[in-house]
């Protein structure tokens, strides 16, 4: 765990309505972090970039945790002036003064991060580095967070998997595949329905799963 922002400092969360950054919001509140905004980072079709979830989607989870959401449009190519864009607002409005973010352990996310983070003159806080992934996951799972696979590598995980909540089966299929059961490698990605802090379960309907060359994605509409 590295928190870098001190007990009640204002914070966002960078927030993709997966798991991981799910997880990392609940271990910042629990330190005493003042969770302020949820920030996420959407293409221009109103998805998430990473887990491709609906902006609508986000938007009810942001309701349901009473947690006020900023969306940012960006592409890859200008992922790092949104992101800028982003903090220099929510500094101004929410006086924010560090951000949180999901990542476990991949190297060159905590450079970017501290990269970014330092360019804004904000703290940086990482509640789940380094810890073991099959913790993680455990800790999920224990704490009794749902967290349904929205989207997943073809190549690596059956399709079979896409709507299931990450349960102790998931995990040892992950483990025995020797790839990685938080997904740090993009094998898959959640979509957090209900835990802690929601006020009540996240209500959706499943769609049609779209597929690319690499990925399989299940649509959910709320």
């Given at each position: 765990?590295?928190?870098?922002?001190?007990?009640?400092?204002?914070?966002?969360?960078?927030?993709?309505?997966?798991?991981?950054?799910?997880?990392?919001?609940l271990k910042a509140k629990e330190a005493g972090l003042q969770i302020v905004s949820l920030l996420s980072f959407i293409s221009a079709d109103g998805e998430s970039r990473s887990h491709g979830i609906k902006t609508v989607v986000l938007e009810k989870q942001s309701e349901l945790l009473s947690i006020p959401l900023h969306t940012e449009i960006v592409t890859w190519e200008s992922y790092e002036d949104?992101?800028?864009?982003a903090v220099e607002y929510l500094k101004k409005d929410h006086l924010v003064?560090?951000?949180?973010?999901?990542?476990?352990?991949?190297?060159?996310?905590?450079?970017?991060?501290?990269?970014?983070?330092?360019?804004?003159?904000?703290?940086?806080?990482?509640?789940?580095?380094?810890?073991?992934?099959?913790?993680?996951?455990?800790?999920?799972?224990?704490?009794?967070?749902?967290?349904?696979?929205?989207?997943?590598?073809?190549?690596l995980l059956s399709?079979?998997?896409?709507?299931?909540?990450?349960?102790?089966?998931?995990?040892?299929?992950?483990?025995?595949?020797?790839?990685?059961?938080?997904?740090?490698?993009?094998?898959a990605h959640t979509l957090v329905?209900?835990?802690?802090?929601?006020?009540k379960p996240l209500p959706y309907k499943k769609g049609e799963i779209l597929r690319d060359e690499k990925r399989a994605l299940l649509q959910v509409f709320v």
């Open positions: 765990m590295i928190l870098k922002s001190s007990k009640g400092e204002k914070v966002f969360v960078s927030w993709s309505g997966g798991k991981d950054s799910y997880l990392a919001l949104g992101f800028t864009r003064a560090g951000g949180v973010f999901g990542d476990i352990n991949l190297a060159e996310h905590r450079q970017w991060v501290e990269k970014m983070c330092k360019s804004c003159d904000i703290n940086y806080n990482l509640p789940l580095w380094m810890m073991k992934e099959e913790d993680v996951s455990k800790e999920l799972i224990n704490r009794k967070i749902k967290a349904m696979l929205v989207a997943l590598r073809h190549d399709e079979k998997w896409l709507g299931r909540y990450m349960d102790e089966e998931y995990i040892q299929h992950c483990l025995d595949l020797k790839i990685s059961p938080c997904g740090e490698g993009g094998e329905t209900d835990g802690p802090l929601f006020s």
